[in-house]
């Protein structure tokens, strides 16, 4: 009797001590959650919650994840980059231990972030046109690369001094997504020929009027896309697109060039006139546009259809833009200044 009440006290203390560490455990995981999710900081042991355990940071259409863990591992990356540069030899500075250089590092933060959710996008878009990157693909073009940049063991030291990475980690977070989205590119390509097309016989249609008689100005107002100013714009020839740029330097002044195809659209440009200034050329330019779709545009328009929920109260997802964005109007206003004026910082360089 006294033997079976003795085992009925060691279950109970058993049962009570695990019942205990399930308790103590939940109290654990639910501070973890309301540190990471309701008061997110940037103390030791919410950096440490957030680069351990894979809690999701991005949610993609309910199934897409992207956790906390993956982005502080990017972020560890970036900032071992900009630590492992001598920029004053450059005339430049990095320091993300101040508090102005902590919001620099935020800002740094959101960019990584924003890459991160458009390659998922791209790759979500990729297969759901049957579009994938086989591990023997992936493979050969890191090879590709390792030819292009050097010796294998060279490039693996550099991985390593600038980045901390492994050729594995190069392959999952360069070679990857850089193939998908060339892939995709190509497929959008395709695709979209009929407008493209389209897009040139309009500008074809508008040449054909200008050497018929029609002023620039009448077929600009009927056809372009782009409404310039009736007097036209000075440009260097640097800020001029590089398609149109060959052709721009052997046109005579008061005369329209022929139709000419960038990865924007289709362009007639007129030179208006031509000047020089210091030791630059300068040209007045008119031209008449017709768009064509871009992939930038096609990726934004395909996000911007997509289920994106940010679990972290600093951030947000701007639909209209396909981006994430500051909540908070401090670090929004910071950094508007900031890239308006980045003061020397190689963070808004590089």
Known sequence: MKEAKTNILKRIHMSTFVFAILIFCVFLFTTSLVLLYIFPGSGNITNRLKSSFPYPLVVMDYTNVITFRSLATNMASVRRFYETQDFSKIGLRVDFSTEDGKKRFKIREKEVLNKMIEDLAIKKLASAQGIFVGSEEAKQSVARKLEEYGTRETVKQELDRLYRWTLADFEEKIVIPGLYQEKLEKAFTKNTTPDIEKAREKALEAQKEIRAGTSFSEVAKKYSDDKTDEEGQWFALSDILPELQPSLVKQAVGTTGDVIESRLGFHIVLLKEQKKEDTKTLYLLKQIFV???TFAEYLSEQMQKM?????????????????????????????????ETPGGDPAFFF
């Open 291 to 293: 768009k064509r779709m």
């Open 307 to 339: 289920s994106v929920v940010v679990l972290v109260p600093e951030y947000t997802w701007d639909k209209e833009s396909a981006r994430i964005e500051f909540t908070h109007e401090d670090m929004k206003e910071f950094e508007k200044k900031l890239y």
